[in-house]
């Protein structure tokens, strides 16, 4: 079942997720788009807790989490072929000084599959790394108005490699191809002394098709206190890397339709970017440093604590600086867990459910007009076991808020819900018939 759905996925999502545009954020005018990717449905209704690691849940954010000691719970059996798909909906709320708006966004979040191989662990899977979506408008004294507009993103596909060191530690490393592109316009409106647009306007276009490699490294130990509690501490760290972006840019009068907004170029001409050493450009992605602890009882609680760092000053995109902008170093805290009533019950469905909640703050690293573009969210799911093999559908939900109103900026309230399939299945093993 699990193997038709796998190409079933592939299929649909391989033509969908290149041109997505998963976010609404006015802050994806910036750099290359909002953060979209921030862990497995588990992780964030857990406020984005990614270290806790086991052997029937993916965990796309340390890679040690491919490697993993036989079911001791199930027979000693070999762990199962994991695999995990998932979307979301985004309901954003934006407020500033001059009015508000709402607007939602439905996107795909993941695929992956991880299997076992004997002390090690493999996974591979496609993900949107990061989200531009934005219509944006400013004046410029009575005459002059900017309309921004701006698509694209960032995905990824990974190739993961995990190995079981000894009872207590495992290390594991992600290989990261990144692609997509990034597409902006901003138009100029003119209008005359009577307040009227003029006949003929002006929109410069911007796009950059994205490539490059990155890799991601983790390390996961985990060792019993006691007979009952476990402690668990996880590390990830992924240096720093370059995106090669190939740049176009075009200038073009045009007609708008009042009735309908809609653009009619009237001449268009392409801008020499190679005159300008604009034409293929590097960027930096900067080094992130993630670590964490927990403390636990197998298969009925955990609660744990992480911090993430990113050198976001060291971020650049030579094609596209904004002056009011800059990055400064972001980090993260994340705390969280889970409690699962009873793993083993068979009298009750609810019991054998996993429980989880938890909350975030983050620094983005973003500064506009000398403002840090902060974030703060709280969050809760739950895991609703399915078939079997441990096997879960999982529904999350977070709350929080983005940004302020301060210096004309904006606030983004935001309401987020993700379900996701955590699948477990069984596809190299021989089946024995008596």
């Given at each position: 079942m699990i193997k038709k759905l796998?190409?079933?996925?592939?299929?649909?999502?391989?033509?969908?997720?290149?041109?997505?545009?998963?976010?609404?954020?006015?802050y994806s005018f910036y750099g290359i788009g909002t953060l979209k990717f921030k862990g497995t449905v588990e992780n964030r209704s857990m406020g984005g807790l990614s270290i806790f690691t086991d052997s029937i849940h993916v965990n796309l954010r340390n890679p040690a989490g491919y490697a993993g000691k036989n079911l001791k719970v199930f027979n000693n059996e070999n762990r199962p072929v994991k695999f995990a798909v998932a979307g979301s909906y985004n309901s954003l709320d934006l407020k500033a000084n001059s009015g508000s708006a709402e607007t939602s966004t439905t996107t795909f979040d993941y695929l992956a599959l991880s299997f076992p191989m004997g002390k090690f662990g493999a996974g591979f899977g496609l993900l949107p790394y990061t989200s531009v979506g934005y219509k944006l408008e400013s004046f410029d004294g009575d005459l002059i108005s900017n309309r921004y507009r701006g698509e694209g993103g960032m995905n990824k596909a990974f190739l993961g490699l995990g190995y079981q060191v000894n009872d207590k530690l495992s290390v594991?490393?992600?290989?990261s191809y990144n692609f997509g592109n990034v597409q902006n316009s901003v138009v100029e409106f003119l209008y005359n002394d009577e307040n009227e647009l003029a006949q003929y306007q002006t929109r410069e276009n911007n796009r950059s098709?994205?490539?490059?490699?990155?890799i991601n490294l983790g390390l996961s130990y985990k060792t019993m206190l006691n007979e009952k509690l476990q402690l668990t501490t996880g590390l990830t760290y992924s240096p720093k890397s370059n995106v090669t972006s190939k740049n176009v840019r075009s200038f073009s009068t045009i007609l708008i339709n009042p009735l309908t907004d809609q653009e009619f170029v009237v001449n268009s001409i392409d801008a020499d970017l190679e005159a300008q050493n604009l034409k293929t450009t590097d960027l930096t992605l900067p080094s992130r440093l993630s670590f964490g602890a927990g403390i636990g009882q197998p298969r009925k609680w955990f609660v744990g604590a992480e911090y993430t760092t990113q050198n976001t000053s060291k971020f650049s995109n030579p094609i596209f600086s904004i002056?009011?902008?800059?990055?400064?170093?972001?980090?993260?805290?994340?705390?969280?867990?889970?409690?699962?009533?009873d793993y083993n019950s068979f009298s009750s469905?609810?019991?054998?459910?996993?429980?989880?909640?938890?909350?975030?703050?983050?620094?983005?690293?973003?500064?506009?007009?000398?403002e840090t573009i902060n974030e703060f969210g709280i969050s809760f799911g739950v895991g609703l076991p399915v078939g079997g093999l441990f096997s879960?559908?999982?529904l999350g939900f977070e709350y929080g808020k983005r940004g302020t109103t301060n210096q004309n900026l904006i606030q983004e309230n935001f309401f987020n819900v993700q379900i996701g399939l955590s699948l477990n299945d069984r596809w190299f093993e021989k089946r024995k018939y008596n």
């Open positions: 796998v190409v079933v996925l592939i299929t649909v999502i391989a033509v969908n997720t290149y041109a997505q545009e998963g976010t609404a954020s006015p594991g490393v992600d290989v098709d994205l490539s490059g490699l990155n002056d009011n902008a800059n990055f400064v170093n972001s980090s993260n805290v994340s705390i969280g867990g889970f409690y699962v009533p469905y609810w019991k054998r459910a996993t429980y989880r909640a938890g909350l975030h703050f983050e620094n983005t690293g973003l500064e506009i007009n000398n879960n559908a999982n």
